[in-house]
């Protein structure tokens, strides 16, 4: 029986419920095929059906993952990688956030800036490599600076389409309340372009994870990246495995963290993926 | 306020939507405009609010000329045109950023319950039907109180009961503020409960057909004979208007 005068209450939590369990049915679902696959291929090598020395089964992966674990070297590699991204991600961010926003903002620069940006877009980034080393060196300067050019684009692009694209109609009702440059900024613009900016940070990061592994094959003597060459050089394959399932857990993660952090802004576009 | 509009012309990319059309409204009376599609109504009403800017002659309030929006003037417009980032009380307390958060929560929460949507303060706008996002805008112009309020088809998404109920609102609070409004409808019988005076546009280009006093005392009947009359006049004149364009 429902208490219709509750009806109201019982809802929400029915709603928190039912998101929670569909939640935990998506990550079942999503896990169902990796977590399958590995049980076979472990059951395969263990019944003597592979060698599984080219591709190594999950217990062996583990183990090596615990033994660089033990070793500290994961630890060590793990920060260099993780540190290079974050640096590279930030100035990517910030120059694209910088440069879309000015492109945006009036038709001029946008005539001005946006020929330019194109074509060093259509560079790919990888031929800046020899160039980087010979103005930055082989540190770290020149890996973060490759990282910060793969992020630079989709985010420059995606502030400059999502400007391009707010709604004049909106924009409208801002000009009705009479709201100034920068409230118009504030409580029109910044609001109307976040879903899209969201996804232009979601499309950078992923391009940063990209970069690094191309920055550190270039020289370093560490980074996961490093772990990679390390494991080809040496004949490691179990190293390589581990090092690219670290790569994805890793990528996974920052993205889920950047989701996350954002979802309190976007709750209003929720409400249409629910009614799905 | 008085609102008056002195032979405007306005041309979107050599179209002439609006030509030589002039318009006084004295302060506090209801002006109602009806007119086919594409007549010009929204282009009026949007040069009125300082949205748009007259290819030639001017619009002043009190006498002073409108070239941008004014604080005194709101408008509903044709669309609800809420903002989907904020829920429905963010919106209707959109131009209520200078009051005190206290005052805000009131005047949002008194502007719902009139149009009916209290229950629905923290919905977000894709959760609204069409006439609940209607009323939501027509509470968002509403809630500042302005001297001159424009009104686009505010109830052309409503049912027959509570477009009744919200014309009967927009009187009470038009009696206790007296402001000048203009409001455009196809709806000829509102036109007539709700105008002191109904103006006819025709097309092509846009311009006033004529003009009708509707000398009904208030409150009014929604059916009787004096308004049944005033209803045949501005149908016929309505139907002449239209169909001078056809011929
Ligand atoms: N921004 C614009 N650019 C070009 N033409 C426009 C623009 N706005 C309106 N028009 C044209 O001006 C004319 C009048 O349009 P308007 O929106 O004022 O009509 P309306 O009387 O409000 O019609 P409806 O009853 O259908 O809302 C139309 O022919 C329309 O195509
Ligand atoms: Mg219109």
Same mark, same amino acid.
Request: aromatic share 6%.
């Given at each position: 029986? @429902? ?28 896990? #169902? ?24 089964? !999950? ?30 991600? &930030?100035?990517?961010? *910030? ?11 009036? &038709? ?6 946006? !020929?330019?940006? +194109? ?42 389409? #999502? ?8 924009? /409208? ?58 494991? +080809? ?22 993205? &889920? ?11 209003? +576009?929720?409400?249409?993926? /629910?009614?799905? | ?50 949205? /748009? ?11 002073? !000329?409108?070239? *941008? ?27 209520? /950023? ?34 609940? #996002? ?96 005033? @209803? ?13 364009? &056809?011929?």
């Amino acid at each position: 029986m @429902t208490d219709f005068s509750l009806s109201g209450l019982t809802h929400a939590k029915g709603d928190a419920v039912r998101r929670r369990s569909r939640f935990i049915a998506g990550w079942a679902l999503g896990l #169902a095929l990796p977590v399958g696959l590995a049980l076979l291929w472990e059951a395969a090598v263990r019944l003597g059906l592979s060698d599984g020395r080219l591709m190594a089964p !999950p217990s062996r992966i583990f183990a090596t993952l615990g033994a660089l674990w033990t070793t500290g070297d994961l630890a060590l590699h793990l920060w260099a990688t993780v540190w290079r991204v974050a640096v590279g991600f &930030a100035i990517g961010v *910030a120059s694209g956030t910088a440069l879309g926003a000015i492109a945006g903002s009036s &038709a001029l620069t946008r005539r001005v800036v946006d !020929p330019t940006l +194109q074509g060093l877009r259509a560079v790919p980034s990888i031929a800046w490599v020899p160039l980087f080393i010979l103005w930055l060196g082989i540190f770290e300067t020149s890996k973060v600076a490759l990282i910060s050019v793969g992020v630079f684009f989709p985010v420059y692009l995606g502030v400059l389409g #999502a400007i391009a694209s707010v709604d004049r109609k909106t924009v /409208e009702v801002g000009r009705i309340f009479r709201l100034g440059r920068v409230a118009l900024a504030r409580r029109i613009l910044l609001p109307a372009i976040l879903p899209a900016y969201v996804l232009a940070l979601r499309a950078g990061l992923g391009l940063g994870w990209m970069f690094v592994v191309a920055a550190e094959f270039m020289g370093a003597s560490e980074g996961l990246g490093y772990l990679l060459v390390d494991g +080809q050089q040496l004949g490691k394959p179990d190293q390589i495995v581990a090092t690219i399932l670290i790569f994805a857990l890793l990528g996974k993660l920052s993205d &889920a963290l950047l989701v996350a952090a954002s979802a309190p802004w976007l709750r209003w +576009q929720d409400v249409v993926r /629910e009614e799905d | 306020m008085a609102l008056s509009v002195r032979d405007v012309s306005k041309a979107f990319d050599g179209a002439q939507a609006l030509s030589h059309l002039s318009l006084d409204v004295e302060p506090g009376r209801i002006l109602a405009i009806v007119g086919g599609s594409g007549c010009g109504k929204s282009t009026l009403l949007r040069l009125i609010a300082g949205l /748009e800017s007259a290819s030639a002659g001017a619009i002043a309030l009190d006498g002073s !000329p409108v070239t *941008a929006p004014r604080e005194e003037i709101g408008l509903v417009f044709q669309e609800p045109r809420l903002l989907p980032w904020l829920t429905v009380a963010g919106n209707v307390g959109f131009g209520l /950023e200078d009051s005190s958060e206290a005052e805000r929560k009131a005047l949002v929460a008194q502007a719902l319950e009139r149009v009916g949507l209290a229950a629905k303060a923290n919905a977000w706008p894709r959760q609204l039907s069409g006439g609940q #996002a209607q009323r939501a805008a027509l509470a968002r112009a509403l809630v500042v109180r302005p001297k001159v309020l424009l009104l686009d088809e505010p109830f052309s998404a409503l049912d027959a009961i509570t477009r009744a109920d919200l014309q009967d609102h927009l009187l009470e609070l038009w009696a206790e503020l007296r402001p000048t409004l203009v409001l455009v409808t196809h709806d000829v019988d509102e036109a007539v409960y709700l105008a002191d005076e109904v103006v006819v546009m025709a097309a092509h280009p846009g311009r006033i057909a004529e003009r009708i006093s509707i000398d009904v005392p208030r409150p009014r009947e929604r059916r009787s004979e004096t308004v049944d009359r005033e @209803t045949r006049r501005v149908a016929r004149a309505l139907g002449e208007a239209i169909g001078r364009r &056809a011929a």
